[in-house]
């Protein structure tokens, strides 16, 4: 029998073959045309010798190649995952080799990476242009049974790669279900925002089409400007929203400042990290009396796998809501530690572990006594505390990986990129928060081997070859010697903030006070954490990033009563130029 996701797909395509499905960049589709389309690309599949758990990689942008392609891959009883183009060819070479891939499906226009025995590739462009593809006779094939793999996710790896985590279909039938059961099962318009290939993009896409809504996806330009992404929302009054916490802190400010509201927000659910209410949250969802908001929990080997949905007035919510209670078919186990219980999850919605690395996999997923049976639990390294109603509360790490804008980042990936610039001895990676903002930043300490001089540009632009942009670090300190502990190990706990430390991007003299470029430098030291913002620096180069840009902008708004989007912010986000556009828009 079919994975039950693909029977509740194929039941709206009966129900409302017409109704949207997909309205990407590129073009859309209706339920019936994603069906033809599917159906049409898994008989080629099969025909191709794909069986039940074959994992098949998708390397394609957001839009219909990429939906077809999806659907396309279950339908076949293939394991589907989505490897975004936009990676550098170093993390994409790696994510080919590690995944075991037997077939690729390459959108038009893109390379397939130089991999030794690699998956035989297959073009995507028959499948997505109207027309082309034509309702054949179905091929006889295997139906997937809910242990064999549905999709495979890559997550950061403390060995300096990621880790292919590989999901069965009775994990994502459990989570479309229940996702749709805990919020809505109406046929919601639902904004496609996550990262390509990550868990929640998997929600997304499939709590929409389960549930007969239409997938709204901006394009790669839209999704980095957050105005851009809420005004999106308000136009074509988007209803379910999956969002990191920082992405929700941001787009409330943005309420708050500009007014952007998207009245028809129905659903908005936040996870990747710490949900922190702040004021603009608590007023964005007191202006947005039909919107709940739903705190997820899980890493990639689970999925969600406790929730919380906040109730009652915004006003009387709690600053630092608890994660909540197991989702059905879950169990959370609190194992006792000095600094607080650590996390083991158990039950349905567990992966398989780590495709071809048994040592990962063993010291990951591990066989525990749960009412006097044996179970298998996956460690989740995250320290909780039971409230007295039985709500878990969040409190933190009992390791060293760290979440970034909702990404889970492994320091090790990143210390073994920078390790491979020839000037770089050793180095430490860690997270750091600035007073005045709550977004975490990580912070590369570098020493250099004798005679080396690597600037923080250079290293930062290493590590952009090698990794995903979330993954670069914001500063790159340089120290004759990084701190040793007794056991001889970097201690980390005595590694300065950068704004205590010689960060070697360097700094210019301060502009005069009182001007604007002065006021303007001012808000981005507020923002970014750097004492002393140069003038025609570039606001990436210091650590900026699109979320913390959408902070700029706002702070200027409020300062000058101008208003400069992110995308002009970003087209020349040096001081100069920004003291400039804000002075001529003053004069106008």
Not at 3 to 19: L, S
Not at 23 to 28: I, Q
Not at 48 to 76: N, T
Request: include cysteine; charged fraction near 20%.
């Amino acid at each position: 029998m079919p994975g039950r996701v693909v029977e509740m797909i194929n039941a709206q395509v009966r129900r409302h073959p017409r109704a949207p499905a997909l309205v990407a960049p590129d073009g859309s589709l209706d339920y019936a045309e994603l069906d033809r389309r599917s159906a049409y690309l898994a008989g080629h599949l099969t025909r191709q010798g794909v069986r039940p758990g074959d994992v098949v990689l998708i390397q394609a942008s957001r839009g219909v190649a990429l939906a077809v392609a999806l659907l396309g891959v279950l339908r076949s009883g293939g394991a589907f995952c989505v490897v975004d183009p936009q990676y550098p060819a170093d993390r994409i070479q790696h994510m080919w080799r590690r995944s075991h891939a037997r077939f690729a499906l390459i959108e038009s226009g893109l390379r397939a990476p130089d991999v030794p025995d690699g998956p035989a590739v297959l073009p995507l462009s028959q499948y997505a242009t109207p027309g082309s593809a034509h309702r054949a006779p179905a091929p006889h094939r295997a139906e997937p049974g809910s242990e064999d793999p549905a999709y495979l996710v890559f997550t950061s790896g403390s060995t300096g790669g990621p880790k292919a985590v590989l999901m069965p279909h009775r994990c994502l039938d459990n989570l479309i279900e229940w996702t749709l059961a805990s919020t809505s099962s109406e046929p919601l318009r639902t904004l496609l925002f996550a990262p390509l290939g990550f868990d929640v993009f998997v929600q997304e896409v499939f709590t929409a089409w389960c549930s007969g809504g239409c997938l709204y996806t901006p394009s790669d330009a839209e999704r980095v400007d957050l105005q851009c992404v809420w005004e999106l929302c308000r136009e074509r009054e988007i209803q379910r929203v999956f969002l990191p916490p920082v992405a929700l802190r941001r787009l409330a400010d943005l309420t708050a400042e500009f007014g952007i509201l998207p009245g028809a927000l129905r659903e908005v659910a936040v996870a990747g990290e710490a949900l922190h209410i702040t004021p603009a949250i608590r007023e964005l969802f007191g202006r947005l009396p039909a919107a709940r908001l739903h705190n997820h929990y899980g890493p990639a080997e689970t999925h969600v796998a406790v929730a919380h949905t906040l109730t009652g007035p915004p006003r009387s919510w709690p600053d630092l809501p608890p994660i909540g209670r197991p989702l059905p078919g879950m169990t959370a186990q609190v194992v006792p530690r000095a600094e607080g219980g650590e996390l083991w999850l158990t039950g349905v919605g567990l992966a398989h572990g780590y495709v071809h690395d048994p040592q990962q996999t063993q010291e990951r997923f591990r066989s525990i006594l749960v009412e006097g049976r044996t179970v298998r639990a996956y460690r989740t390294g995250d320290l909780v505390r039971e409230r007295t109603d039985g709500a878990l509360e969040y409190l933190g790490r009992a390791d060293g990986q760290l979440k970034i804008r909702g990404y889970r980042v492994e320091p090790g990936d990143i210390e073994a990129a920078l390790l491979r610039h020839p000037a770089v001895r050793e180095c430490a990676v860690v997270a750091w928060t600035s007073l005045g903002s709550e977004e975490r930043r990580l912070v590369a300490h570098v020493a250099a081997v004798p005679g080396g001089a690597p600037d923080a540009a250079e290293l930062r632009a290493h590590v952009a070859g090698l990794l995903p942009d979330y993954m670069i670090p914001h500063h790159v300190v340089l120290a004759p010697e990084l701190p040793l502990s007794p056991n001889g190990k970097i201690d980390r706990r005595r590694l300065p903030p950068p704004g205590d430390a010689d960060d070697s991007a360097g700094t210019l003299p301060e502009p005069e006070p009182g001007d604007v470029r002065s006021a303007v430098a001012d808000i981005w030291s507020t923002v970014l954490g750097v004492a002393d913002i140069p003038p025609d620096r570039h606001f990436m180069d210091l650590g900026g990033t699109s979320l913390s840009a959408a902070l700029v902008v706002t702070r200027l708004h409020q300062r000058f009563q101008v208003q400069v989007s992110v995308q002009e912010f970003l087209y020349d986000p040096r001081v100069d130029a920004i003291a400039a556009l804000i002075t001529e828009r003053a004069a106008a």
